[in-house]
Structures are given as C-alpha cells and as structure tokens.
C-alpha cells in the first residue's frame, strides 16, 4: 500500500508499474487465492491492497483477484458465533479487531470499485459487529479480541485503533471516527 500511497500522491507511472510487480510476484508466491493462508486478516490486508490498485489504475485483474479473495476469505470466516463478525483465523477460536476492521475497509473498497451493494452491507456489518463488540465508546479503545470460551482480550493495538477509525470514516460515522 506504501506504493500505491506514493501513486496517490504523485501520478507518477514508475509506481503504478512497481505495485504492478509486487502484485504479479505475490501471486507468484501465494498463488491466485490464497485459502491455504489461515490467517484472514493477511488475506483482507491483500485484498485492500489490490482493490485500492485498481480504484488507482482501473486495471481489471488487481479486481478480479480482490472480489475472488475477498468472496473465499468472508464466505470462511463469517459466523453468528459470538454475535456475528469475522473469525482470525481457520481455526475459529477467536474474532478479532484486526480481520474485521480490514474486513470492513476491504468490503468498503470493493462496493466503491464495483457499484454492488452486498459489499457496502457486509462493510456495515463487520464495522456494527466491531462496533457493539470490541469498541469502548466511553475510552475509545478497540479491544484486539472476542475469544470462544473465553474473556475478551482487551489489549489495544494501534493498528486496531487504525482500522476502526479508517471503516468508520469509510462509512460516515464521523462520531466514532473521532
């Protein structure tokens, strides 16, 4: 994203064509899909990453590999076990602040490339999710995680505080987002 954050701000080709490379040796690497990752939220990571490529170049394939990542990763980690929202990982002990805030912004970014609205929905459900579930709204803090079986590990990471500011602007919560 570092890459695509210099495009942004530049226009300058050279950096459009070394997100281009980093994509194609990734997928050299991990493949088209990428379900044998068990972690989600690398996955969404990913797929923001890609789906902000091609909102950048309009180039179909950093979209297809998006929606088709995004649609695998989702249709696997999403449950009404602990009252909805993403699973971290295969394994479905716990859900996290650091899937389903990404979560969120990757289902954001897809709505905003493609016009479909059952991504915009399934932004607003991670960010209500995380919102009634991880959020603090009296301190502002995220916890980083709702565990099966267990208590809620209530440590606060700044990329947690990150993704949840960024999907609330994303979605017009102004109110949360500050």
């Known amino acids: 994203?570092?890459?695509?954050?210099?495009?942004?701000?530049?226009?300058?080709?050279?950096?459009?064509?070394?997100?281009?490379?980093?994509?194609?040796?990734?997928?050299?690497?991990?493949?088209k899909?990428?379900?044998?990752?068990?972690?989600?939220?690398?996955?969404?990571?990913?797929?923001?990453?890609?789906?902000?490529?091609?909102?950048?170049?309009?180039?179909?394939?950093?979209?297809?590999?998006?929606?088709?990542?995004?649609?695998?990763?989702?249709?696997r980690a999403v449950?009404?076990?602990?009252?909805?929202?993403?699973?971290?990982?295969?394994?479905?002990?716990?859900?996290?602040?650091?899937?389903?805030?990404?979560?969120?912004i990757a289902a954001f970014l897809l709505h905003k490339a493609t016009g479909e609205e059952h991504y915009l929905t399934?932004?607003?459900?991670l960010f209500a999710w995380l919102r009634a579930t991880l959020f603090d709204p009296a301190t502002g803090r995220i916890s980083a995680a709702i565990n099966l079986g267990g208590p809620t590990n209530r440590m606060a990471l700044t990329y947690n505080q990150g993704t949840f500011v960024g999907a609330a602007h994303l979605l017009g919560q102004s109110d949360d987002a500050k």
């Open 1 to 31: 994203e570092m890459v695509l954050d210099a495009y942004e701000r530049t226009k300058k080709p050279e950096q459009m064509e070394m997100f281009t490379k980093l994509f194609h040796g990734f997928l050299a690497d991990h493949g």
């Open 33 to 75: 899909t990428w379900e044998h990752n068990e972690f989600n939220d690398d996955i969404m990571w990913m797929v923001i990453a890609c789906t902000r490529g091609h909102l950048l170049s309009g180039k179909a394939e950093f979209l297809d590999t998006a929606r088709k990542n995004f649609d695998l990763c989702y249709s």
């Open 79 to 104: 449950s009404p076990d602990l009252g909805g929202g993403l699973w971290w990982k295969t394994s479905n002990r716990s859900k996290n602040a650091c899937v389903n805030g990404p979560g969120a």
């Open 122 to 125: 399934k932004s607003q459900e």
